[in-house]
C-alpha cells in the first residue's frame, strides 16, 4: 500500500496548485449519475498460488462502474459507486495425482475472478474553464471477491472449486470531464483499487489484492441548477 502514497501526494498537489478562481466560479453540483465502461489491470501477489502474481494466474478484464454524487460545496462532492469487473486466466499445469499415478498431468487450469466493490467516495473538483473539469477521487467500503477454479485433464472434469471473499478495501484515482453536450459530461478515469485481506476462500492475510482500472463514461446533468 505504502508505494501508492506518493502517487495520491502528487495529485493532490497538482490539484491544489490550480487557480483558486477556478474553484470559486464552480456551483455546488445537485445530483450527478455517472456510468462507464471499465478496463481493469491486476497486480498482486498470491500466496494461495505458490507465489504467483495474480497478473501471471489472470489477464486484463472488462466490467462497468456506476456512480452517484451530490454536491455538498462548489469543490467538493459525495457519493457512492458500485463497480464490476472480471478476469480469465488459462495455464497448463503437471500436477501429481494420488488416484491415479499414471496421469500427472498435463492438466488445463482455468481461473476465473470476478470482482465487485462498493464504495464510499469523496471528489475534490476543481474546474478549468467552462467545459473542463478535474477532480481527485477517494473511495472506501468492501470488495467482493469470488474465484473459480477448474482442472481438466485428458479424461475429462477433473476438479472444480468456487470460493467467496469479502474484505475492507480502498481506491484512489483522478478523472477529466469535458463537456460534450447535451447537458452530459464525457469522463475519464484512472482509479487504482486496492483491498486489505485475511485468511479466506480467495485470498491469505499475505496477499495484497489490487487492480488498476481505466474507464470511460458519461455523467449527467451537467447542470443540475
Known amino acids: 500500500m505504502r508505494s501508492f502514497v506518493r502517487p495520491v501526494l502528487v495529485v493532490a498537489l497538482l490539484v491544489s496548485a490550480l487557480p483558486a478562481r ?10 450527478q449519475l455517472q456510468a462507464d465502461g471499465l478496463l481493469s489491470v491486476p497486480s498482486a501477489s498470491n500466496v494461495a498460488s505458490v507465489g504467483a502474481s495474480l497478473s501471471s494466474l489472470v489477464g486484463n478484464g472488462a466490467g462497468f462502474a456506476l456512480t452517484g454524487t451530490i454536491g455538498v460545496r462548489p469543490s467538493l462532492a459525495l457519493g457512492a459507486r458500485v463497480a464490476y469487473f472480471g478476469s480469465t486466466g488459462e495455464h497448463e499445469r503437471f500436477l501429481i495425482d494420488p488416484l491415479a499415478p499414471l496421469g500427472v498431468g498435463p492438466f ?10 462498493v464504495h464510499a467516495v469523496l471528489q475534490h473538483r476543481r474546474a478549468l474553464g467552462r467545459r473542463f473539469e478535474w477532480a481527485l477521487d477517494l473511495g472506501a467500503g468492501v470488495m467482493s471477491s469470488r474465484e473459480r477454479l477448474v482442472l481438466d485433464s485428458a479424461t475429462g472434469n477433473k476438479a472444480s472449486l468456487v470460493g467467496v471473499q469479502l474484505d475492507p478495501s480502498v481506491a484512489v484515482g483522478g478523472q477529466f470531464a469535458w463537456l460534450a453536450g447535451a447537458n452530459t459530461d464525457l469522463v475519464a478515469n484512472l482509479r487504482w483499487n486496492g483491498s486489505f485481506t485475511t485468511d479466506g476462500a480467495v485470498w491469505s492475510k499475505d496477499d495484497s489484492p489490487s487492480f488498476t482500472t481505466w474507464s470511460l463514461g ?4 451537467h447542470d443540475t441548477h
Open 108 to 117: 488445463h487450469e482455468e481461473r476465473r475472478l470476478r470482482v465487485t466493490t
Open 218 to 221: 458519461l455523467r449527467y446533468p
Open 22 to 31: 477556478a474553484a470559486t466560479s464552480m456551483r455546488t453540483a445537485g445530483f
